[in-house]
């Protein structure tokens, strides 16, 4: 191997880099275990408060019975039959022809540990009509008699609820309770209503008034044959997510206001309602979430992803240096120097948690260029080619957190960096006799 420097150089710096992967996973793993603290924590506040919301309904729900006659053949060799009368039990489900819901919400942010959870407090104020047409009987000469009808409606967490709701459905203040259960209704809020009001034909206009608490997301079941939905917040930072995204929508930073309008022929809400039994089925709906904007984990954990790319290309500068420059670093140094590298995404995670991702990634980023230039000061002899050296990491670390920050553009980013290094290298090799450098003599060489 003596004879062939070059390529023991090389492969003792390609081994330092494989052996660097063992701490750069291990900082993957701490990533991933402050984020299931933070997950947790996140639960913790949702069962002390109250979890993710979704609002639904609501639903007029009017069980009947229809009663009707039928033959019965009691001797078939005979042809003799008699009558008999039958009593069958259904439910007749009336979903709003309009619903109108303008929905204010104000946020608080509350700490478990060092990890901040938003929750919220919300305001509903619907307006919508009903409209009964009555039941048509399903066999010849059936009667139909209305049981108990009920308005029902739903939240997915009901600790949330911060009162009573308001409900008021033609002129009439209606009483509203959880739901019986006796009487098998579909949603966990309902209200009874006097069976008079149920006359065919009838106009039935509501409202619904609810106070509403949650943690970090809310959402809505488009019911209506015509939803129209608004919802108006001081949160800067919204994501809209879920089947159906806003029609419209202000986001700046004094809060957001968004819209929705979503016709029942656009969705499958209402058939997916009808469908579900015992079991609830996951019915159409859209939300807002109210995240953060700067998920730290996530971001360290994607600058991670490009640690193997900083020791390769910091190796690789170094490498080509001792070529041009004449320098010599041992391979002990490599190691310092990828070990510096490595601390910086751990210095990274722990910062980020109490001082904010760009303050962290300037912090960190300061303390291992300071750290690298104050070493490589003794290693290459002089603080020129240290602070040499040091120029070319803060490009390198500049590039990164703009790829961080560009997530669309971090592709693109990324090839030119390494077109940009490639040349680069390219460039400054370009006279080198790597036949002489390797330690071999070039066949045929001519002077």
Not at 206 to 222: K, N, S, W
């Amino acid at each position: 191997m003596n004879r062939f420097p070059l390529l023991s150089k090389t492969a003792v710096i390609g081994f330092l880099m494989v052996l660097l992967l063992i701490p750069l996973s291990m900082v993957r793993e701490v990533i991933a275990e402050r984020t299931a603290n933070r997950h947790d924590a996140a639960q913790e506040v949702a069962r002390a408060h109250a979890g993710t919301q979704t609002l639904t309904g609501p639903v007029l729900h009017v069980p009947y019975t229809e009663t009707f006659t039928r033959k019965v053949v009691v001797d078939v060799a005979r042809h003799i039959e008699r009558e008999e009368t039958v009593k069958e039990h259904r439910v007749a489900t009336v979903f709003p022809q309009t619903m109108d819901t303008r929905s204010r919400l104000t946020t608080e942010v509350r700490w478990r540990s060092i990890f901040p959870v938003t929750v919220y407090n919300s305001r509903h104020d619907s307006a919508g009509r009903l409209v009964w047409n009555g039941v048509a009987p399903r066999e010849k000469g059936g009667q139909i008699t209305l049981g108990q009808p009920w308005l029902t409606f739903g939240v997915s967490d009901l600790r949330g609820l911060q009162g009573q709701p308001e409900l008021t459905l033609a002129g009439q203040t209606l009483t509203v309770t959880a739901a019986p259960a006796d009487a098998d209704l579909p949603l966990p809020l309902a209200a009874a209503l006097g069976a008079e009001l149920l006359q065919p034909g009838a106009t039935l206009d509501f409202t619904l008034g609810t106070d509403l608490a949650g943690t970090g997301q809310i959402g809505f079941v488009p019911l209506a044959d015509d939803n129209k939905v608004s919802l108006v917040s001081a949160w800067p930072h919204p994501s809209f997510g879920g089947d159906f995204l806003p029609r419209q929508r202000t986001v700046n930073a004094h809060g957001f206001e968004a819209r929705w309008s979503v016709p029942s022929l656009s969705t499958q809400a209402q058939q997916q309602f009808l469908s579900q039994g015992k079991e609830r089925v996951t019915m159409d709906s859209f939300s807002v979430s109210l995240g953060d904007p700067v998920d730290v984990y996530r971001l360290t954990e994607r600058a991670t992803k490009y640690g193997l790319m900083f020791i390769v290309l910091t190796f690789a500068a170094f490498f080509v240096l001792e070529m041009v420059k004449r320098w010599r670093i041992h391979p002990m140094q490599y190691l310092m120097i990828g070990a510096a590298l490595v601390l910086f995404f751990l210095l990274l995670l722990s910062l980020s948690e109490q001082l904010g991702f760009f303050v962290a990634y300037l912090a960190a980023s300061a303390a291992c260029i300071a750290l690298l230039t104050h070493y490589l000061r003794h290693v290459l002899g002089g603080w020129r080619p240290a602070l040499g050296i040091s120029g070319l990491l803060v490009a390198l670390y500049g590039v990164l957190y703009g790829i961080l920050q560009s997530e669309d553009n971090a592709l693109v980013m990324g090839s030119l960096l390494l077109f940009g290094v490639l040349a680069a290298v390219m460039v400054a090799t370009r006279k080198i006799d790597w036949y002489s450098v390797m330690g071999g003599r070039e066949p045929g060489a001519h002077a």
